[in-house]
Nanobody, 119 residues
């Protein structure tokens, strides 16, 4: 059974960098053909895909977030981390990490963590 758990601060000040870590158990983040994603849901809105780091270390990000997100990984800890720079209150959301298959389907979700950006 694959489990994902987000961790990080629940409150961030505007202009700072938001950093969240996802710890994975039950699967290796280097296993072929899986993509390790970050997704968020602002209050009252739908899900927004932020980006992923692939099993081979390649990263892809949503163009709508421009150059603000960075995803990295620590294979020794089986973790991957989101850094989102220059946050504003519009970045307030529940942030999820997820395991994505190679046809785009989300197979496993973390429970989500609320992040609030104060002005």
């Amino acid at each position: 059974q694959v489990q994902l758990q987000e961790s990080g601060p629940g409150l961030v000040k505007s202009s700072q960098t938001l950093s969240l870590t996802c710890t994975v158990s039950g699967a290796s983040i280097t296993a072929n053909d899986y993509y390790w994603s970050w997704i968020r849901q602002p209050p009252g809105k739908g899900l927004e895909w932020i980006g992923y780091e692939a099993y081979n270390g390649r990263t892809t990000y949503s163009p709508s977030l421009k150059s603000r997100p960075t995803i990295s990984r620590d294979t020794s800890k089986n973790q991957f981390t989101l850094h989102l720079s220059s946050v504003t209150p519009e970045d307030t959301a529940v942030y999820y990490c997820a395991r994505q298959g190679n046809v785009g389907n989300i197979e496993d979700w973390g429970q989500g963590t609320q992040v609030t950006v104060s002005s």
